[in-house]
């Protein structure tokens, strides 16, 4: 295909729900040029607790949707469906396709000057190990030590990132970190940024924390440039959004994750 037409071509991103936001906040201030279609497969969250086979299957059919979308490359803002179904849904499709596993792993081993490195993710990723292997290919020799925060999700979406209950629940399952002497964690979910600054609080100041949202979408950006696929429109880009279910306070929370107003947003049907 002519690469002048695929340039003008949205970014496809999805998300098993609307945590995915933040990974696109960070699309959204990196390239504020391209046109995003965004797809969260808010019926079936949580994508954490699933299995694999289902983990992919759900995946498959979203990548799918934005296929039918046209776009020109595809971002997994999910870190439970990057951990788990990256390589195939690479091999549907010749388009790129990004997930968050190995820009984060990567900033990680970057910033690491002890080489001990924490992960908190989903249970889902942290049983994949996928952040572990990953570090390994930057860094055979780094010690890595995971984590699943699972109650971490439900207190994002609740709203309750700064108040005494996130600080006890981040205290009993980050205090271990400290003791394993950690210098970089890394924030393995899309929900876990919104609590960055209990999370920081918690552990101190020495140790860095990392966003794999937005080494994501550096990531997404050097592609474009290396591809010649950037965007040469001068003006904002286009945001789109789908959703599969309007769960409670739906605008509140996509608001909260994305840090401002949500243009209109479409229910769809991805069976
Ligand atoms: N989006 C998921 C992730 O980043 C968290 C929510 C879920 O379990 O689906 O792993």
């Known amino acids: 295909m002519d690469t002048k037409k695929l340039k003008k071509?949205?970014?496809?991103?999805?998300?098993?729900?609307?945590?995915?936001?933040?990974?696109?906040?960070?699309?959204?201030?990196?390239?504020?040029?391209?046109?995003?279609?965004?797809?969260?497969?808010?019926a079936r969250l949580p994508y954490g607790t699933k299995s694999k086979e289902t983990i992919i299957l759900y995946s498959i059919e979203c990548l799918k949707f934005l296929l039918k979308k046209n776009v020109k490359c595809i971002v997994i803002a999910c870190n439970t469906a990057s951990a788990n179904a990256l390589p195939f849904l690479?091999?549907?499709?010749?388009?790129?396709?990004?997930?968050?596993?190995?820009?984060?792993?990567?900033?990680?081993?970057?910033?690491?000057?002890?080489?001990?490195?924490?992960?908190?993710?989903?249970?889902?990723?942290?049983?994949?190990?996928?952040?572990?292997?990953?570090?390994h290919k930057k860094n055979k020799g780094a010690k890595v030590f995971s984590k699943?925060?699972?109650?971490?999700?439900?207190?994002?979406?609740?709203?309750?990132?700064?108040?005494?209950?996130?600080?006890?629940?981040?205290?009993?399952?980050?205090?271990?970190?400290?003791s394993l002497d950690i210098d970089t964690l890394i924030l393995g979910c899309t929900h876990y940024p919104i609590l960055k600054s209990t999370i920081q609080k918690v552990l101190g100041r020495k140790i860095k924390l990392i966003d794999s949202g937005e080494e994501t979408a550096k990531q997404v950006k050097e592609i474009l440039i290396n591809k010649e696929l950037l965007n040469p429109q001068k003006k904002a880009g286009e945001h789109k959004f789908f959703v599969t279910d309007f769960q409670n306070k739906f605008k509140e929370i996509s608001e909260r994750f994305l840090g401002r107003k949500l243009g209109k947003v479409q229910k769809i049907k991805l069976t």
């Open 9 to 42: 071509r949205p970014i496809g991103v999805f998300d098993s729900g609307i945590g995915g936001l933040t990974v696109a906040k960070s699309l959204f201030d990196i390239l504020p040029n391209e046109d995003i279609i965004y797809l969260g497969d808010s």
């Open 90 to 135: 690479q091999k549907i499709t010749k388009i790129p396709v990004i997930g968050v596993i190995a820009p984060g792993a990567e900033a990680a081993v970057n910033k690491s000057k002890s080489e001990r490195i924490g992960v908190i993710a989903t249970m889902s990723t942290v049983q994949t190990d996928s952040y572990k292997k990953e570090i």
């Open 148 to 178: 699943a925060c699972s109650l971490f999700v439900q207190l994002a979406e609740d709203g309750w990132t700064d108040n005494k209950i996130a600080e006890l629940v981040a205290k009993e399952y980050l205090s271990e970190f400290k």
